[in-house]
Each structure stands twice: as structure tokens, then as C-alpha cells.
């Protein structure tokens, strides 16, 4: 979601516990943030939208500033952006700076897997679908060794022996971010893990439909594509999601 929040100023510097940047990339936090650990899972992010769909960084900066509780967060936030007090964390991009706020909570590292995705998801893409956005976002916020056993994996599978299979043209019409709904999210999750795990077509379907936007055309809803069509990944999608298995590509990805 985009805001217009002022840049880390110098004259702040003080507030910080901790700060570390490397390359592009800055880190400003109120509080130990075990700023190795916090390294991993950005560079993880990083390298995963590399292997996956060839999305990269670029070398703008991104800033992630860190809020020792959530008083800290609201205090610094909530007069200019007051969806901050619905969020425990938020992406925005202000000119050439990308920008991650969160606080100190149990899922920090969730929150800041998603943000920092949809940091570098805005550097390489001059725009793309709400649901592609949220999708590879949701999808990422997990640890890669953590999805194929986590619960919304499992409520997937069950759901879909019900006969569920999620609507590429009801996403396709989310009209902005603050309209959706705890479904939609679930489902552009769903709609992308279909698309990363079922078949190496469909995995490359995606990638060429980022391909086309990142060189600025406009490549139509995802759902009219013709990589996708011939893919065959639409007709399968209830039998992928029956038995929902996520690949692991640790390995093949270094």
C-alpha cells in the first residue's frame, strides 16, 4: 500500500539502536532487532523473486525502520497514515525510496517478509496486478521450508476436495488494496502458489507476464494471457490444489 511519509532524518539518527546498511538497502530500529537474522530473511526474499520470476532489486534504496513496540509505530505514524492503526506493518514507496515500517511483535518476521516483498515487487515493476502484488507477498512472508506444512497449505487442500478453486477474474476485479477482504488475500495466495508449484509452464507463464510489464507494456489481465492459456494450468487447478504440493528450490536456487 503507498503512503507519503517523510525520509529517516539525520536529526533522528539518535532514535536508533540500531542501524546497518548495505548496499541500497538500510536498517533503522529502535531495538536489537538480531540484525543477522533480519539480514536472512531479506536477502531470502530477495533471492526467491530472483529464482521465481526473475524480479530483482534494483539500486534505489530501500529503508526498513523498526518500532520498538507498537505505541513506538502509532506515535510516528498514525497522524499520516491512520490505516497504521489497522496494520502492524506497511509498505510505501516516497519518490526513490522504498519504504518497510513495523514494530517488535511475534510476527515481525512475517510482516517484514511481506513488506520488504512488495518493496522489491515496486522497484523492478513500474505496476502489476493487485492480486499478483499480494499474492507473491503472502507467499513469500513464509520461510520456503515452512509452506508445504503450514495451516493455510492444509485449509487449501481441504477446501479444494470440497470442490473450491479460487476465481482469477473475481481477483482480476479488486478494485484497490483497502477493499480486500480475508478471502481475496487467502485466494491470490492460493492463485499463486497454483502458478509457482504446478507445472514449470506455469511457473514460466508468470514470469513472462512480469517480463512484459517490466519493460513497461501492458499485457492484458493475467486470465487472457497467452502463456498462461497454453500453460493447460487453469484446467488443472482443483487437481493441484487437492494435493497442493509446494517445491523446494533451496537448493537449486543458490
Known sequence: ????????????????????????????????????????????????????????????????????????????????????????????????????????????????????????????LPFLPLWIDEGLAEYLEEPESQRSDSSRTKSARWRARMGWVPSLQSLENIPNAESMNADEYRDSWAMTCLLLNESDASRQALRDYLAVIHKGEAPGAFSKFQEAADSGVFSRANSYFRKMQIRLDLDSSH
Open 1 to 124: 500500500m503507498l503512503f507519503s511519509l517523510p525520509l529517516v532524518a539525520h536529526a533522528q539518527e539518535s532514535r536508533w539502536v540500531t542501524e546497518e546498511i548495505r548496499g541500497p538497502i538500510e536498517i533503522y530500529a529502535e531495538f536489537d532487532p538480531e540484525i543477522q537474522h533480519l539480514w536472512k530473511h531479506v536477502d531470502d526474499v530477495a533471492r526467491e523473486l530472483k529464482f521465481l520470476v526473475a524480479v530483482e532489486p534494483t539500486d534505489k534504496p530501500i529503508q526498513i525502520i523498526l518500532f520498538r513496540d507498537q505505541g513506538s509505530y502509532l506515535r510516528y505514524l498514525a497522524s499520516s497514515v491512520p490505516q497504521s492503526r489497522q496494520r502492524r506493518a506497511i509498505f510505501y514507496q516516497n519518490g526513490d525510496v522504498y519504504q518497510v515500517y513495523a514494530y517488535r511483535s511475534r510476527t515481525l518476521t512475517t510482516d517484514l517478509r511481506h513488506e520488504v516483498t512488495h518493496a522489491i515487487l515496486h522497484q523492478h
